[in-house]
T-cell receptor, first 114, second 112 residues
Framework: KAGVTQTPRYLIKTRGQQVTLSCSPI?????VSWYQQTPGQGLQFLFE???????NKGNFPGRFSGRQFSNSRSEMNVSTLELGDSALYLC?????????????FGDGTRLSIL | GQQLNQSPQSMFIQEGEDVSMNCTSS?????WLWYKQDPGEGPVLLIA?????ELTSNGRLTAQFGITRKDSFLNISASIPSDVGIYFC????????????FGEGTQLTVNP
């Protein structure tokens, strides 16, 4: 059974550019969440989607946005990139929402801002 | 807000030793999750706990959901070199079933 697939694995951008990251959940999973991982802040929640609707959003500026498609695949977009956006962006999927639906993570997209 | 305090931050042990790490919170959690992350990869779910007092094993790993619902423990028995990695505890915020709060992680090093 295929796991969560994130593309691309690595990305290098410069300040001011924008970027789109993609996530394909485990087959049958309808909930997708995004997290940012940095050495200083650890793993921080960005947003969660279920049935193409954003259910939760973390404390990130409006430059960070996302969406989910009818096939449950999800994308996140970061506009006007800043140096501090350099991080590992992780996508996680679960069957549904709720505490009994553990999340399974992809291997992430490593974003470096020059 | 809800925060998870994980300790120790790092551990250096000899192969064959047992390991114990824990996670505490000032708030109640209704689910505790333990993940392991290897370099260059995403976190992998090791154990999920859903009931206070629950004790669950996965091979050499054993985790417990504290009866106060404010803590959890992960034990690794007879460690091997491939146990090296960062171990995270996590739990969903009480207001939302899916939004996870993570501990700071425990970096485990196993010397052969």
């Amino acid at each position: 059974k295929a796991g969560v697939t994130q593309t691309p694995r690595y990305l290098i951008k410069t300040r001011g550019q924008q970027v789109t990251l993609s996530c394909s959940p485990i087959s049958g999973h309808r909930s997708v969440s995004w997290y940012q991982q940095t050495p200083g802040q650890g793993l921080q929640f960005l947003f969660e989607y279920f049935s193409e609707t954003q259910r939760n959003k973390g404390n990130f500026p409006g430059r960070f946005s996302g969406r989910q498609f009818s096939n449950s695949r999800s994308e996140m977009n970061v506009s006007t990139l800043e140096l501090g956006d350099s991080a590992l962006y992780l996508c996680a999927s679960s069957l549904g929402v709720g505490r009994n639906q553990p999340q399974h993570f992809g291997d992430g997209t490593r974003l470096s801002i020059l | 807000g809800q925060q998870l305090n994980q300790s120790p931050q790092s551990m250096f042990i000899q192969e064959g030793e047992d390991v114990s790490m824990n996670c505490t919170s000032s708030s109640i959690f209704n689910t505790w999750l333990w993940y392991k992350q290897d370099p260059g990869e995403g976190p992998v779910l090791l154990i999920a706990l859903y009931k206070a007092g629950e004790l669950t094993s996965n091979g050499r790993l054993t985790a417990q959901f504290g009866i106060t619902r404010k803590d959890s423990f992960l034990n690794i028995s007879a460690s091997i070199p491939s146990d090296v990695g960062i171990y995270f505890c996590a739990g969903p915020r009480s207001t939302s079933g899916s939004r996870l709060t993570f501990g700071e992680g425990t970096q485990l090093t196993v010397n052969p």
